[in-house]
């Protein structure tokens, strides 16, 4: 099982970047995918969930209406848009997998919850400067 994310950089505020976190090795259809993101002396803390179908998802208020999560199962890769990055934003963003469906992604406490998630990438470094 491997997941590898990238796309991570150093931008200024107010920029985009997209996050791409490529799946391999368990069938990428049948897990809910979700991004957490940490920061130097801080825990890890969830971004945003997205359903096995990509139906429906959960994004956390801090980054709500800029950060916008997707996913194409045709090529097993989720999908982070950011917009409007304030130096705030700034993280390792890692990308995370787990079998559970409905019980995980509809519960807040369980899909913000990092012990819930089965598989996780390396994660990418974004650098947000003012």
């Known amino acids: 099982v491997q997941l590898q994310a990238s796309g991570g950089g150093l931008v200024q505020a107010g920029e985009s970047l997209r996050l791409s976190c490529a799946a391999s090795?368990?069938?990428?259809?049948?897990?809910?995918m979700a991004w957490f993101r940490q920061a130097p002396g801080k825990e890890r803390e969830f971004v945003t969930v997205?359903?096995?179908?990509?139906?429906?998802?959960f994004t956390a208020n801090s980054v709500k209406g800029r950060f916008t999560i997707s996913r194409d199962n045709a090529k097993n890769t989720v999908y982070l848009q950011m917009n409007m990055l304030k130096p705030e934003d700034s993280a390792v963003y890692f990308c995370?997998?787990?079998?559970?469906?409905?019980?995980?992604?509809?519960?807040?406490?369980?899909?913000?919850?990092?012990?819930?998630?089965?598989?996780w990438g390396q994660g990418t470094l974004v650098t947000v400067s003012s």
């Open positions: 995370a997998a787990d079998q559970e469906g409905t019980g995980l992604i509809l519960s807040k406490r369980n899909r913000e919850d990092v012990g819930k998630y089965e598989y």
């Open positions: 090795g368990f069938t990428f259809s049948s897990y809910t």
């Open positions: 997205i359903s096995r179908s990509g139906g429906t998802t």
